[in-house]
């Protein structure tokens, strides 16, 4: 099955800074791969998601990039905001036609914008 | 606009008692999927349904059941709940299956004492 490994754990960044966080996903097979912004207690949120067929996404402060070769992307937020700080997950999944294939979440990034 | 209804929003049970969780996607939705969540700790695939048939199956225990019912909402049956069992309950729902967006409700979180 698939494998989201993501990294780092934890991030702090001034406020102003940006912010990256990486996936690698190991099923090639994956063709969709959303990100989630959760706060403590709260549901996961979407905030943006990318197709295996686009290379970018962007979305104001929120890009996402995608490298198919090598399995892995990426959340880059720039001019970070305090209420920025949550825990952001990225995930993976597979579009198949009438199946309702999972969503495999990486294991989250806490991510700090200090004043 | 209308989004993922979850009840109840908090439970508390004993340890072998029995626990319903209830979902209601958004509105047209067909797709439905259940997650754990403890603390700490990412999102663990639990089942899901499409157009009210079992579609995928995580790491969900034989004491849990689910079903989508034909108005699409869909209920997960806990039973001989064990201290373990204590977390977030997500359910998420999407139009049309998997590989598109799918948005998470409020949660129902479970504890067992």
């Known amino acids: 099955g698939e494998n989201v490994e993501q990294h780092p754990s934890t991030l702090s960044v001034q406020e102003g800074d940006s912010a990256v966080i990486k996936c690698t996903y190991s099923?090639?097979?994956?063709?969709?791969f959303p990100w989630y912004k959760q706060e403590l207690g709260k549901r996961p949120q979407l905030i943006i998601d990318?197709?295996?067929?686009?290379g970018e996404k962007k979305d104001q402060r929120i890009a996402v990039t995608l490298n198919k070769t090598a399995k892995h992307f990426s959340l880059h937020i720039t001019e970070t905001q305090p209420e920025d700080s949550a825990v952001y997950f990225c995930a993976a999944s597979m579009r198949v036609t009438g199946t309702a294939s999972k969503l495999t979440f990486g294991t989250g990034t806490r991510l700090q914008v200090t004043l | 606009a209308a989004g993922v209804i979850q009840s109840p929003r908090h439970l508390i049970k004993e340890k072998r008692e029995t626990a319903t969780l209830k979902c209601y996607p958004i509105?047209?939705?067909?797709?439905v999927y259940w997650y754990q969540q403890g603390p700490g700790q990412d999102p663990q695939f639990l089942i899901s349904f499409y157009e009210k048939m079992q579609s995928d199956k995580g790491s969900i225990p034989d004491r849990f059941s689910a079903q989508q019912f034909s108005d699409y909402h869909s209920e997960l049956n806990m039973s001989s709940l064990e201290l373990g069992d204590s977390a977030l309950y997500f359910c998420?729902?999407?139009?049309?299956?998997?590989?598109?967006?799918?948005?998470f409700g409020q949660g129902t979180r479970l504890t067992v004492v």
């Open positions: 990318i197709r295996s067929n686009v």
């Open positions: 099923d090639s097979a994956s063709n969709y």
């Open positions: 998420a729902s999407s139009l049309g299956g998997g590989g598109l967006r799918a948005f």
């Open positions: 509105p047209r939705h067909d797709t």
